[in-house]
């Protein structure tokens, strides 16, 4: 079954410092979706990559899929205490996206004043 | 319009009673999920609907777990004699597919369950 391995699974930054938060998955990926959770709080979508060198961008935040559609990285640009939460990464189970998601165990940031 | 919601947003149960967890999805989603998020870890897939069907049940941990979305809106999941390690947030996402590929979740802010 597919798995998804997200590092670090804990992380610490200086306000205005840059970051990156990866997620490696044990099969191909044919969509991969970043969400955002704040501590009791739902999951917030972030964006979603479906094709092999893929890029986007929300404000401060990119998200990349690697070519070969195994790996995924998540940037975050001149980081703001705003950007603290737990990020996670989600891929489809099936070649077809209608179905469950399958995610990391979340990437925790702390974002220092 | 507005997004997912779920009630309760928080739930104390005692051990052995059963309880009840409702799902408002995004009106129009055909798709529901309930995903299952124990603390310091990624959601899990519990089941999955799409309108009132319920296509995959797999995630379901055992036979006390029940979901149904009988109006092919609402959905409740039931936990039937709860168990300590039933305490778990529980997440509620809707759906509505753009394409075959393209399939977001959007995710209601959750029902936190504590079996004491």
């Known amino acids: 079954s597919q798995e998804l391995e997200q590092s670090p699974q804990s992380l610490i930054v200086q306000e205005g410092k840059n970051l990156t938060i990866n997620c490696t998955s044990s099969k191909t990926l044919y969509g991969l979706y970043w969400y955002k959770q704040k501590y009791g709080e739902g999951l917030i979508f972030l964006m979603m990559l479906q094709k092999g060198g893929e890029e986007k961008s929300h404000e401060k935040i990119t998200a990349k899929l690697d070519e070969k559609k195994q790996q995924s990285s998540l940037h975050i640009t001149a980081s703001q205490p705003s950007h603290a939460g737990i990020y996670l990464c989600?891929?489809?189970?099936?070649?077809?996206?209608?179905?469950?998601?399958?995610f990391g165990q979340g990437t925790e940031l702390s974002v220092k004043p | 319009g507005a997004g997912v919601s779920q009630s309760p947003r928080y739930k104390v149960a005692k051990r052995g009673q059963d309880v009840a967890l409702r799902c408002d999805p995004i009106?129009?989603?055909?798709?529901l999920f309930w995903y299952q998020q124990a603390l310091g870890q990624g959601p899990e897939f519990l089941t999955y609907f799409q309108n009132e069907a319920q296509l995959d049940k797999s995630g379901l941990p055992s036979d006390r777990f029940f979901a149904e979305r009988p109006e092919g809106s609402v959905s409740t999941l039931k936990i039937q004699r709860t168990q300590q390690e039933d305490s778990a947030v529980y997440l509620c996402?809707?759906?509505?597919?753009?394409?075959?590929?393209?399939?977001?979740?959007?995710f209601g802010p959750g029902t936190r369950l504590l079996v004491l």
């Open positions: 989600g891929a489809g189970a099936h070649y077809n996206q209608g179905g469950k998601l399958i």
């Open positions: 996402a809707s759906s509505h597919p753009t394409s075959a590929f393209e399939e977001t979740q959007y």
């Open positions: 009106s129009g989603h055909v798709s």
